[in-house]
């Protein structure tokens, strides 16, 4: 009876001792994760209102993340001819976690034209990854971001512009 008893404990200390034993391995892996270096997000493109360029237009580049508030990566606007360039980095890229936003007034009636803009928030398309000395870079090209003066392009924002 005794001679069960204390295989029966030698047995439990062994399974706890290299639980323990593999505890600590997967906190070890967990701390290496956390050291994720930051990747780049560039973001092009050229804003069009019926085929005419629009200029300053504010935009913004977030790291969206669900049911909390996002987080900016970088703020921008609009050259003469409709262009923008937006760089910002992050950690923890997914690739669904990135978007970019802007305001414009490409379909406003007068009642609203000094008070609100559109929001509007663009598909982004597949991004193209590069790798250089300097770290890597993921690169969206939005190409020409057509908004209609007939059809509402977003939201209406009166208050938080």
């Known amino acids: ?7 029966l404990l030698l047995s439990l200390c062994t399974i706890f001792t290299s639980a323990f034993f593999f505890e600590k391995k997967i906190k070890k892996i967990f ?5 994720e270096k930051k990747i780049t997000i560039i973001v092009k493109g050229r804003v069009l209102c019926d085929g005419k360029p629009l200029k300053n237009i504010k ?54 034209e000094k008070f ?19 770290g890597e870079y993921i690169i969206y090209n939005l190409k020409d971001v057509k ?7 977003g939201e209406r924002d009166c208050f938080k512009f």
């Open 59 to 112: 935009m913004k580049l977030d790291k969206f993340i669900e049911k909390q508030r996002d987080e900016k990566l970088a703020t921008g606007k609009t050259k003469k001819n409709g262009d923008f360039y937006l760089v910002g980095k992050m950690k923890g890229f997914t690739g669904y976690n990135v978007r970019v936003k802007l305001w414009h007034k490409c379909y406003n009636r007068k009642f609203f």
């Open 147 to 153: 908004l209609s003066k007939k059809g509402r392009s």
């Open 116 to 134: 609100c803009y559109y929001k509007y928030i663009p598909d982004l398309p597949f991004g193209k990854m590069d790798t250089t000395k300097r």
């Open 31 to 35: 701390k290496k994760d956390k050291k």
């Open 1 to 7: 009876m005794n001679f069960k008893i204390i295989i």
